[in-house]
Each structure stands twice: as C-alpha cells, then as structure tokens.
C-alpha cells in the first residue's frame, strides 16, 4: 500500500491511526538482510524501486517483488528469464512477462497514461532494448509509440513518421552499428532526444562503444546519451520528461 492510499483510508475512516502507525514503521525502508527494500522510491521519483535481476536468486527475486507489491501497485524487474519469472508468477499471478524486454511487470490499472513517448530503433536486432525502454515508460505511466527498423540504410522509412514524432514529447531513439539515426532524428524533430546505443554490430563496434561514442560526439542539439543497452535508463528518463511536461498542462 503506498502512502497516499494509506491517508486517504485513515481520511475515510477505513484504517485507524494505530494501524497506519504499525504500516508506517515499515518506511521508508525494509532491511531483508540480503537487500533494503525502498518503499519510500515512487514518493521521491515516481516510479518504485526497479529490480535488476542478473546476479540475484530466484527466491531473492520473489521476495523483493513480493515485498514491493505489497506496498505499491505496480512493478518493474528487468532482464529477468522465462524461468524466473515463472517461479515468480504462481506467486504473484497478477504479474505479466514481457519475453522480449525480458521484464516482469505489473501496471497500475488506476493510473492513466499521459503524454506521449516515442521509440525509435534503427533496427530489427535492437528490439529487446527498445522494448525495454517502452515498457519501462508504458509502467511508469506514459503512452508510447514504438517505430521500428528506420535506421539510415533506408531513410525513406522514418520520413513516413515525422509527424508522429512531433506529437511526442520525448523520443528514444535507438541503434547499434554505428549510432547515426540518434543524430538524424535529432535533427529533424523539435523535441528531446535520448540516444541509446546498442551493442549490436559487428566487430568494430565493439559491443556497442562505436555507437556509444558516435552519440556522445554529435553536432546536434537537443540529445542526451545514456550507456550501452541500457533500455530501462533511457525508458525511465524519459517517462520523467514526459510526466513534467503534462503536469504543467
């Protein structure tokens, strides 16, 4: 249960103030021994705690998601397995899996999407990050719009879609190889662009440094990089900017 629910019970005479008390004694955190759970995450950033699943156990896994759902109405784990979650899910059935964002997720039935975030890959093979990045936005409260496979081998394919982008208030741009449609984009539409490199391409890419370094070194205004892979980052900010940017409406 997230605090605000909890006041607008002890409002409606649903809780008593003793009972809020003992609730509240568990906040803003919960020391498991193996992880402190943060309940007090979603008030300070509006999005609850995100569980990174590499190097964590199944059980771990279980305990954390188990914990953060009994506080919050949604949640996000990311790079988790079809195995994991499927030791997750007799557990927490309401949990969904996204098999290629490789995310378990939960969304908030009661919150309504704002705004608009765009998703833009170069490429069919920079799809799981790109789905990482609109997932974590869609959880986090955003409508999104996913373009896929309009890198710049064939630019005639992203000019179809100009418009759309304009109606968005933030875009991830997505790319392996050598990172140019981030630039491109960025060049042609008046909105924020976070860059996000991938580690697909051969070689001389060097598991996605290439791209990493095309973007940081652009010409163009407007772009922000964030690190290789990296989907749920570049999701997160920018389901930030477009939370900002309806609030002020």
Not at 155 to 177: F, Y
Request: neutral net charge; charged residues 15%; hydrophobic residues 45%.
């Amino acid at each position: 249960m997230d605090i605000a629910t909890l006041l607008q019970n002890i409002w409606d005479h649903h809780t008593t103030p003793q009972a809020a008390l003992t609730q509240l004694r568990q906040l803003p955190f919960e020391n498991l021994g193996f992880a402190q759970v943060d309940y007090h995450r979603e008030l300070r950033k509006g999005f609850p705690e995100v569980v990174f699943c590499p190097g964590k156990t199944k059980e771990q896994i279980l305990e954390i998601l188990t914990r953060i759902a009994s506080h919050h109405s949604k949640f996000l784990a990311t790079r988790a397995s079809a195995e994991i979650y499927q030791f997750v899910k007799p557990h927490l059935p309401q949990a969904s899996y996204h098999s290629q964002a490789r995310a378990i997720y939960l969304e908030d039935a009661s919150q309504k999407k704002v705004g608009k975030v765009a998703v833009v890959s170069a490429g069919t093979a920079d799809l799981p990050i790109a789905e990482e990045a609109a997932l974590t936005a869609q959880v986090g409260g955003s409508k999104t719009e996913k373009i896929f496979d309009v890198g710049i081998s064939g630019l005639h394919r992203l000019i179809p879609h100009l418009d759309r982008l304009w109606q968005a208030n933030v875009i991830v741009v997505v790319a392996g190889m050598e990172g140019a449609l981030p630039a491109v984009v960025a060049g042609m539409v008046g909105r924020p662009i976070i860059a996000l490199p991938t580690s697909v391409g051969y070689g001389a890419n060097f598991q996605g440094l290439a791209p990493l370094l095309t973007m940081l070194n652009s010409c163009v205004p407007g772009m922000a990089t964030v690190n290789i892979d990296n989907g749920f980052g570049a999701g997160y900010m920018a389901n930030l900017i477009n939370q900002l940017v309806e609030g002020r409406r």
